[in-house]
């Protein structure tokens, strides 16, 4: 399909912005550049989730009104998604008006189905969660995530029949993709479970701050069943249905989430969308989750790593490297900041800033153009498809061992053919460096979703920017020394 909607999950305001937030959107930005370099439309939709207790509860104890807190903090995101290049298409706020009004309008659609029904119910309530949790769940009487004891509430909500065959066919059927494979599997092991039936409002007098019910003003709507929605609202759910259809109905939706949030995604909003008859999503992509110390980051906990700190000690691109590097997107990372500075110096300094620079000062010392040539174009062929099934299947960690393989081999081919001691032999200068700047430029190409700005100096440096990749072989082109891309950091 040529039409992508990519999307992140939207973040809480209570908190600011972490590296783990941070990795989800840096996701959703390489993924929404790669897509768009392989000639695909793509929307990206990114933004916050406003309502709900622990927003207000956050408000309370900062003396401020929760909308306040949500003007300020959502800023904050915005800021952090600039200082990192991340460019959205639209950022989505669960306040504005437009929302809203879709989510009204949703809440009318179940009622009219006769998929929603009124129940009395007594739970274990943790607002750090914002969900019901059961004994099972915790430990030691506390919610293992926020450390805190969960309300014993006790109040009268509507509820939505979940209907859990038909999303189980969904997934089995491979109309609703969940990757990687264990994330898949642990779905399934939710269904087995046997879900109930979830709530998807609260009694207005114990939350305020949410989306009145239309029907019935004593309740507002449930902050999770809000925030979902958000996906479909922000492509004109309620107010433009041509909008709806082509980024919603006819595109290929991908959302993008860590497991902490998979039985919202992959059970409640399928089983919602198809209960009103709208389009479920085609893929959700779940990765992993960075922990500090084995602990989930969060501003309560006040462990997290705040991500424009890293930009201001590294750049945005090379932070944007760190992070994506950081771990295989299938399994949890343990995040160690002092590894940052040394995977600079390696990767970056070392690693492919090295290696343009040897081959620039080679170009200089030679003085003259150089055709740009490859003996053995199979081994960039390769690698364009290994790197492509890598960026497709969400693998950027092994997408940039690909091009860090590419990296090396330019390393290992100046060691071995000794391009120094051939200056005066054009024909075998010219054939030793015609290859490094071919792999080279192609590495870097393979490298622009990810780093952008350094993707373009590389092939400015080249002189390969203004062709394309396909008109590479036979150009003629000049090197100059230039400063290091990356230069060593000493601490
Ligand atoms: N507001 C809900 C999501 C509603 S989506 C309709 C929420 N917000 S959150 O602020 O807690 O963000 C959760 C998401 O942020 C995770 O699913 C993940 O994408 C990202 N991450 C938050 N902490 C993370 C880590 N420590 N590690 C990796 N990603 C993490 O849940």
Redesign the pocket.
Known sequence: MRRILIT?????VN?KP????A??TLVADVLTRFFRIQGKEVFFLTGT?EHGAKIAEVAEKAGKTPKKICDENSEDFKKAWQNLEIKYDYFIRTTDKRHEEAVKKFFEKLKEKNVIYEKEYVGLYCVGC?KFLTEKDLVNGLCPDHKRKPETISEKNYFFKLKLKAVEELIKTKKLKILPSGAESEVFGLLNQKLDDFSISRQKERVKWGIDLPFDKNQTIYV?VD??L??ISAVGYNDNEEEFKKWWVDARVIH??????LK??AIYWPAMLLSVGIKTPDEEFV?????INGQ??SKTLGNFIDPNDLVKRFGAEVTRYLLLSQFSLNHDGDVKEEKFAEKYNSDLAQGIGNLVSRILALGEQYGKEIMVQCLDTNLVTKSWKDYKKQMEEFRFNDALVIIWNLISYCDKYISDTKPWQKIDDDKEFQKILGLLIYVLGNASLMLSPIMPKTSTKILEYLNLHDTSKEDWLSKLVLLKKQLPLFPRLDN
């Open positions: 992140t999950p939207i973040y809480y908190d972490h590296i783990g937030h990795y989800t989730d914002e999770w925030a979902l958000n996906y993008l989430l860590a497991k902490d949030i919202f995604h990765h992993g989750f960075f922990t989930k980051m």
